[in-house]
């Protein structure tokens, strides 16, 4: 089974990579911005629609505001931008967010960013699939009418190039990020050109449609709230970007000054796209609405059920190419395309985290496991179940699942924010250098205002976006929260529990005291080879006392067992428990027990003989009352457990093929050609 598991699991995520290699697996910036910054990137393909879909309740006539939506938008994404450039610097390490509030806010705090972040990660994956789904849906109707499906198949495949490492996987989600990233701009630089220097007319597939407002001439306080629910909505370009001061340890050297950086160009890259999408849907009349069927008409009629409303990216792709043309072809499929790969810096950003949690225990051990690859595989299998999870309950329907999102991000963005204001503040008390003390009270004012900002910016998300699914985000974290409380609990009261004491003279207690006598139990059933091999060995571990145990199930087998000890002269006394109801574990366990009450002070060896099968069908042809036994046995304190193991020949010919095993090597598990005539030569020149 061994070999037949790591042949495809070789194929599919490649040949196990050396501890010592992880080196190798850094990244440059021109690969970094991808693998970090797809998410940022590729959010201008469905922000700006959610600023439409919001002002549309007010109907066209609220469509004016939204460049104001954007410049608020721009402002809030330098100003978290410049916040996070002085966080890679100060905390190069790759705890991000949460090492900054656990450091200078508490663990507390630091638990509340962590759980925010898991959320939104889980949530990235599930949006950006879906919206991927959505932007492709466009073009192959199939892809539409199993939503859910298609996006399922698209979490596993991108779980499958994450688990092959951190820098394959980032080369192959470069070239279509930039190509994404070029045809957004070569779309605004033209549609400029047509608009401003042609003046051409480019109209919107949706230009000629009327909106039906939900709530017509909105002014004063509703008119504030829907201007600032749509502010929220737009916030959801600014997702991801936290994920680079989470990934810090990722980038090659000088590691913080290559992340600051990428986080810059990235901010640079994303506000440009996304004002430019917003000025062209204004300049297109692209008409969007929360429920297209109803409240868009055409010549007066409702477009109705069959209307499948494309995203703004695409009407304005159509309208400044051309439908059909090889650019919006070219663009319409790079936007799919970096909308699955956006779910990559969730990748990279969760397992990464998990993995720092882990350490600090307040996730599971096996979180901060490297695999095969190199990647933290646990963390990326857990993030890909959560996110199917996810895609299932909410139909891989992007407008119901961004209504969750962006209140985890806010958080961590806040409490990083303060935690950096605190950290300044601390190195602000010591330092007396003039020259550093000028750079911290910059980057103290730059905090500070990142703090004010992104928790003005919290306090809109949670007032407009509670009802309308914030909620189920905040329950998530809860839970988050509440689970590693409980984690942490258990592993501090493990690790008190089982320390050992400072001073070898403090209380003893039974794990210290010397047992005064040892009583061996030898567990039969019948007169066999597996029962003679653990007898030797019992008289050989030359307890105090030592005997034979036996349940009697059958009397007649009893008997038999009887009269063959006494034939043979076995100078080892033999106990029969009665068992009227046909039980084998529990009167071993109570007559173990009774051993013990009667000499708490003796330890008690229960010895009991296994034969060993090589096959996995064999283990279900015998019964499992050993393994039954050790697992109750476990649980009484004083008994120690010993498994006399005899191998009969089927476990003979497993050994052989596990030999085989060890000679065989899966493919690309040994490197051929060159790379042994080089290793040669440097083995040779190192001697």
């Not at 792709?317 to 072809?329: H, K, N, P």
Request: proline letters at 5%; one cysteine or more.
């Amino acid at each position: 089974m061994s070999k037949l598991t790591d042949v495809p699991k070789r194929i599919l995520i490649g040949r196990a990579l050396r501890s010592d290699r992880l080196g190798e697996t850094l990244l440059p910036k021109r690969i970094a911005l991808p693998v970090f910054a797809s998410d940022p990137l590729s959010s201008v393909a469905y922000a700006p629609g959610e600023v439409l879909l919001v002002l549309s309740i007010a109907g066209v006539s609220a469509y004016h505001f939204s460049p104001w939506i954007a410049v608020a938008v721009v402002v809030l994404m330098f100003t978290v931008v410049a916040s996070y450039r002085q966080n890679v610097h100060a905390y190069p390490s790759g705890g991000g967010d949460y090492e900054v509030a656990n450091t200078n806010l508490g663990p507390k705090a630091g638990l509340t960013v962590a759980s925010a972040l898991l959320v939104d990660y889980v949530l990235t994956v599930a949006v950006s699939i879906s919206s991927g789904i959505e932007n492709l849906g466009s073009a192959i109707p199939f892809v539409v009418e199993h939503k859910v499906l298609c996006a399922i198949a698209v979490i596993l495949l991108l779980t499958l190039m994450n688990l092959r490492g951190v820098r394959e996987s980032g080369t192959l989600f470069a070239i279509p990020t930039y190509v994404f990233v070029a045809g957004v701009f070569i779309m605004i630089a033209w549609g400029a050109f047509r608009g401003l220097v042609l003046d051409d007319t480019m109209r919107a597939p949706t230009a000629d449609y009327e909106i039906k407002p939900e709530h017509g001439g909105l002014a004063g306080f509703a008119l504030v709230f829907l201007l600032l629910r749509a502010f929220s909505s737009g916030c959801a370009a600014l997702t991801g970007v936290e994920a680079i001061s989470n990934g810090v340890p990722a980038f090659r050297k000088p590691k913080s000054k290559n992340a600051g950086n990428t986080l810059a160009l990235m901010g640079l890259l994303a506000v440009t796209m996304f004002c430019g999408i917003i000025a062209l849907a204004a300049a297109t009349d692209v008409r969007m609405s929360e429920n297209p069927a109803t409240d868009l008409f055409h010549n007066g009629v409702a477009l109705g059920s069959d209307y499948v409303q494309h995203p703004v990216i695409s009407q304005v792709a159509e309208a400044v190419f051309g439908e059909g043309s090889f650019l919006f072809i070219v663009l319409a499929a790079a936007t799919a395309l970096v909308l699955f790969l956006a779910a990559n810096t969730a990748y990279n950003g969760f397992p990464l985290l998990g993995s720092i949690l882990a350490q600090d225990r307040y996730l599971p051990r096996q979180l901060h496991t490297r695999g095969d690859r190199l990647a933290f595989s646990n963390g990326i299998v857990l993030l890909a179940g959560a996110a199917m999870l996810l895609v299932f309950i909410y139909g891989a329907d992007s407008t119901r699942l961004i209504q969750l999102y962006i209140v985890g991000v806010f958080v961590s963005f806040t409490l990083s924010q303060i935690g950096m204001v605190r950290h300044w503040n601390r190195h602000l008390a010591t330092e007396r250098d003039q020259a550093k003390r000028r750079r911290m009270h910059r980057s103290r004012a730059i905090n500070a205002f990142g703090a004010f900002f992104t928790g003005l910016v919290l306090v809109v998300v949670l007032a407009t976006k509670f009802t309308h699914g914030a909620w189920v985000a905040l329950l998530g974290m809860c839970i988050f929260f509440a689970t590693m409380t409980a984690i942490r609990k258990h592993y501090d009261r493990v690790a008190e529990e089982i320390a050992a004491p400072e001073d070898p003279d403090e209380a003893q207690t039974d794990d210290m005291v010397r047992p005064s006598r040892v009583h061996s139990v030898v567990l039969i059933s019948k007169i066999h080879r597996p029962t003679l091999r653990a007898l030797a060995y019992a008289k050989l571990m030359r307890s105090d006392t030592l005997e034979a145990l036996s349940v009697n199930v059958d009397p007649a087998e009893t008997k038999a067992l009887r009269d063959e000890w006494e034939r043979r002269g076995i100078a080892v006394p033999l106990k029969v428990l009665d068992s009227p109801y046909r039980e084998i574990t529990r009167p071993v366990i109570e007559y173990v027990k009774s051993l013990r009450k009667e000499s708490p002070r003796d330890a008690v060896s229960v010895i009991i003989p296994e034969y060993v099968v090589g096959h996995w069908y064999e283990h279900l042809l015998h019964n499992q009352s050993a393994l039954r036994l050790k697992g109750r046995l476990l649980f009484t304190p004083g008994v120690m457990v010993t498994s006399v193991p005899y191998q009969l020949q089927s476990s003979e010919a497993a050994k052989r093929r596990a030999r085989k095993r060890q000679d065989w090597n899966a493919p690309g598990a040994v490197r051929r050609g060159p790379a042994q005539h080089d290793r040669a030569k440097e083995s040779s020149s190192s001697t």
